[in-house]
């Protein structure tokens, strides 16, 4: 079984910082990528930034320039360096991971709890 668990979410003020961790834990053969949704009261899920192992990156228009995203392959970690932080930042942060359990040839989709990040004075 694979797990991931988010880290280093909370209360920031506009234009504060704030560091989103991921680790990866059980059976895991290969991890092809990583990212980070989110999650707005009211609206839907949506991806926000996503490494692959190789270090391909991709962001998400409203967060380009501000946010950047971090894979630790080594150890089955992904962060998430979010910068000049505004209101509508503030979502539930999921992390989530295309990896290929051990005993496995397929991709699987594994998703984390989630971590509450509020943007607000």
């Known amino acids: 079984q694979v797990q991931l668990v988010e880290s280093g979410g909370g209360l920031v003020q506009p234009g504060g910082s704030l560091r989103l961790s991921c680790a990866a834990s059980g059976s895991i053969s290969r991890i092809d990528a990583m990212g980070w949704y989110r999650q707005a009261p009211g609206k839907e899920r949506e991806l926000v930034a996503r490494i692959t192992s190789g270090g391909s990156t991709y962001y998400a228009d409203s967060v380009k320039g501000r946010f950047r995203i971090v894979i630790d392959n080594a150890n089955g970690m992904v962060y998430l360096q979010a910068n000049s932080l505004i209101s509508e930042d503030t979502a539930v942060y999921y992390c989530?991971?295309?990896?290929?359990?051990?005993?496995?040839?397929?991709?699987?989709?594994?998703w984390g709890r989630g971590t509450q990040v509020t943007v607000s004075p």
């Open positions: 989530h991971a295309d990896v290929v359990p051990l005993g496995s040839s397929r991709n699987f989709n594994v």
